[in-house]
């Protein structure tokens, strides 16, 4: 199990089940997000969770956990619980009939979605099923999610006050998260952030100074940083880097937003962009390939006068699909490139307007 203090002094306690498809769990309320308030009741919130290496209680008192690939998980991902929320796996299930439990779906409920459709898709026929906040590539962005921690330093860390940092246990990096609200539910995008720790991560803690202290280790799991256990401090230097530091929905496209004035000649060169879009299955088995890519046209490029955003129009974007933005030949005023030039927006809805 995995427990934090809620802002409330209750504690919120999330419990892994085994790889079982639709099989048996480990125990009473595995595969559950728990709630124990100060007098001892446990509360159930959400199941549907597999292997929730990390969780966090954000600046508004919203629970968001880390989800591993595997079975009914075709990717990492990030989710936004709620009480009564089934955020997928079929293993929590078993204890939906209990008093305690808010909310009555079954695994018998779930073998009408158990095809390989995407998971937005099977929403809409599983009114409990929670889809994803943001979607973390398998491979292209990491391979196995774990902590998050929400920016709160107040710049003390660099440009990303209130954005999210989240760790990778496989590949020993930190990974970062945008959000915002469309229609009323979270969804955001991922970019690389830093990586080369000596080993996985699992845990992150600011520090006091607003550095970001990575507890880790490799033992019972590979990963690219090789030492079996490992504490390292990471520290803003002071200098601003080229970042696409945010990227909103829009009802025909998508604006990056800058941590830094671009170079508007850059912004204007359709040739410097690249965007694609692709889901994964929803299923019992185990993982998923990437399933429907397709590349989007861009049809509009309308920068900002000061070279800070940059709106893409496109011929069409997916609802329910990730968008995969590269900004490959996008330039600062000071004609340096973007440290990081790849982003994956996770497109649940689509904001209205014209």
């Not at 998508?254 to 671009?262: D, G, H, L, R």
């Not at 410097?272 to 998923?288: A, D, K």
């Amino acid at each position: 199990p995995y427990t934090t203090l809620f802002r409330s002094g209750d504690m919120y306690v999330t419990l892994n089940v085994a790889w079982v498809g639709y099989g048996d769990g480990l125990g009473k309320w595995h595969g559950w997000l728990l709630k124990i308030k100060n007098d001892g009741v446990i509360e159930p919130i959400a199941t549907g969770l597999r292997s929730p290496a990390g969780f966090t209680v954000n600046s508004n008192n919203d629970v968001f956990y880390g989800e591993n690939q595997g079975d009914w998980v075709g990717s990492g991902r990030v989710t936004h619980l709620e009480k009564g929320d089934f955020a997928g796996n079929a293993g929590g299930l078993n204890w939906t009939n209990e008093p305690e439990s808010p909310l009555k779906l079954t695994k018998e409920d779930l073998k009408v979605v158990d095809n390989g459709q995407p998971m937005h898709e099977a929403a809409k026929k599983i009114k409990e099923l929670k889809l994803p906040a943001v979607w973390f590539p398998h491979t292209l962005m990491g391979i196995s999610t774990s902590d998050i921690v929400e920016d709160e330093t107040g710049g003390a860390f660099g440009p990303f006050n209130g954005q999210y940092f989240v760790a990778d246990q496989g590949h020993s990096k930190i990974m970062r998260m945008s959000l915002e609200k469309v229609k009323g539910k979270y969804q955001g995008a991922c970019y690389p952030f830093y990586e080369g720790f000596a080993s996985g991560i699992l845990r992150l803690r600011w520090g006091l100074d607003g550095s970001l202290f990575a507890g880790m280790t490799s033992r019972g799991w590979a990963s690219t940083g090789k030492a079996d256990y490992a504490l390292q401090r990471l520290v803003w230097n002071g200098e601003t880097p080229f970042e696409m530091k945010n990227i909103h929905a829009q009802t025909d496209g998508f604006e990056v937003e800058f941590t830094k004035p671009a170079d508007i000649s850059t912004l204007k060169n359709v040739m410097n962009y690249s965007i694609n879009s692709f889901t994964y299955e929803y299923h019992h088995q185990y993982g998923s390939p990437i399933i429907n890519n397709r590349e989007r046209k861009i049809i509009g490029i309308i920068p900002s006068s000061d070279g800070m955003k940059v709106k893409l129009v496109l011929d069409s974007v997916m609802e329910g699909y990730i968008h995969e933005l590269k900004l490959v030949g996008i330039e600062s005023k000071e004609k340096g490139l973007l440290l990081h030039n790849t982003g994956y927006y996770t497109l649940n809805n689509i904001p209205e307007g014209n």
